[in-house]
């Protein structure tokens, strides 16, 4: 048995080694001061170090109304998202100053690895604080 648990665990430790973040779009927010923001989850159970030659890959695009309004590299992203069962909160330059449909894509290029691509947008009608 321990033979056979000697070869297993070079493969097992494999398999967790190679886990990859899992990027989501969990809410798009109006902010007390009428800004727009994205709260962006990782449930990955690893920290991933994203090669420095994605730094320039788009890691956020923003469309307000279906017009493409903002695209954000990931040098811009605050790197904690990257950390084990992370969230971030981020804050975007566009105001809700009326009734918007908002849709947030994550991850856009597929420059990092993810377990599971399909959850990568989110679409939300917006209405400003009063």
Do not use: C, W
Request: glycine share 2%; proline share 5%; no cysteine.
């Amino acid at each position: 048995m321990k033979i056979l648990s000697f070869f297993l665990m070079p493969a097992l430790m494999l398999l967790q080694a190679g886990e990859v973040p899992d990027f989501k779009i969990s809410d798009i927010l109006v902010l007390q001061d009428g800004f727009i923001a994205l709260k962006i989850e990782n449930s990955s159970s690893q920290d991933y170090q994203f090669p420095l030659q994605t730094r320039e890959k788009i890691f956020l695009k923003l469309a307000i109304n279906s017009v493409k309004r903002a695209e954000y590299k990931i040098k811009v992203i605050d790197p904690t998202i990257f950390l084990k069962n992370s969230f971030i909160i981020f804050k975007t330059n566009f105001r809700a100053g009326k009734a918007l449909k908002i849709r947030v894509d994550v991850n856009v290029e597929k420059a990092i690895p993810e377990s599971d691509f399909s959850n990568n947008f989110l679409e939300k009608d917006l209405h400003p604080l009063p």
